[in-house]
């Protein structure tokens, strides 16, 4: 059997679709379509069943696939780390949420960088964008807070982010101390909030989480980017929601506070996402090493 058709089948069986298989292979949608079609004469059997929006493998596709995708991943681990030293320094392209990757990721990643080191190239979005990029072979390696659903995308849990709700001191000396815990969420009605998007996702969970409520604010600042909700904070414009990580150097120096201090704070995980059978690959493999690696020391 065609090891070219087998390797378009398990990439289709990962995908779910005919055309994103198509853009990982490099190939177009009517050669793929014709290897599917090429192998399924030569077993007799359908392998997927087409559907409005991409394909569904049948059992004998399911099958197939369990058998020869471990196979496939291993020949390309072979070829992969035996070739020449040049093969494992190729460009990686990562993707992910900002201020994680420009905070946390791309510190330890650029000491794999250098003269005779690795190639890096960087690109932001939100975890839909992020992993959307992936799938369609724009990137090697996404780091995302949504963990991926299908076959075609594999996620490793890298860590756990603790938010902390914050103001500058002003704002905790006005509530008053104690206030927070004895009336709750009320204590905080109608004061001014800084955020990343109108629907106030950060300051949405902690309230849900923590007080089990919804906040009563809308925002008074909104920017798109947490580095600069920490500067809006610093400033005074209100209260925030923040990862500890972003805050904590803020926090030290007492350019802002913690206002509350729950027994079970809010968290948010960070998954490592790969294609199915990347990791195979030396300079994919490499930097989601380093990443886990450094994960186990971030607090």
């Not at 995302?144 to 890298?158: E, I, V």
Request: hydrophobic share 45%; charged share 20%; proline share 6%.
């Amino acid at each position: 059997m065609d090891l070219a058709l087998l390797r378009t089948f398990v990439t289709v069986h990962r995908a779910g679709s005919f055309t994103r298989a198509a853009a990982l292979l490099g190939l177009s949608q009517p050669a793929v379509t014709s290897q599917i079609r090429t192998l399924e004469r030569q077993l007799g059997r359908p392998l997927f069943l087409r559907q409005a929006r991409g394909v569904t493998p049948t059992t004998i596709g399911d099958e197939l696939a369990h058998k020869a995708a471990p196979h496939l991943d291993a020949l390309v681990e072979i070829t992969e780390t035996g070739l020449d030293h040049e093969s494992s320094l190729r460009t990686l392209h990562l993707a992910g949420p900002p201020e994680f990757t420009a905070e946390r990721a791309l510190p330890v990643l650029t000491e794999l960088t250098g003269d005779d080191g690795q190639a890096l190239r960087a690109s932001f979005g939100n975890a839909e964008e992020v992993l959307e990029g992936l799938a369609a072979g724009h990137h090697d390696l996404a780091i995302s807070t949504a963990r991926p659903r299908g076959a075609l995308l594999t996620a490793t849990a890298l860590c756990d982010e603790e938010h902390v709700l914050v103001a500058a001191p002003q704002w905790a000396e006005r509530i008053g101390p104690g206030t927070l815990r004895r009336k709750g969420a009320a204590a905080l009605k109608n004061l001014p909030v800084v955020e990343v998007h109108e629907s106030l996702p950060f300051v949405s969970r902690y309230w849900a989480s923590v007080f089990d409520s919804r906040p009563s604010a809308s925002g008074t600042i909104i920017v798109p980017d947490l580095r600069a909700v920490l500067a809006c904070a610093i400033s005074g414009a209100g209260l925030a929601v923040l990862p500890r990580y972003l805050c904590a150097s803020a926090l030290g120096q007492g350019e802002v506070v913690a206002l509350h201090d729950p027994a079970v704070p809010p968290l948010r995980t960070y998954f490592l996402v790969v294609r199915t059978g990347t990791l195979a690959l030396p300079h994919v493999a490499r930097a989601h090493e380093w990443l886990q690696r450094a994960a186990a020391d971030w607090s």
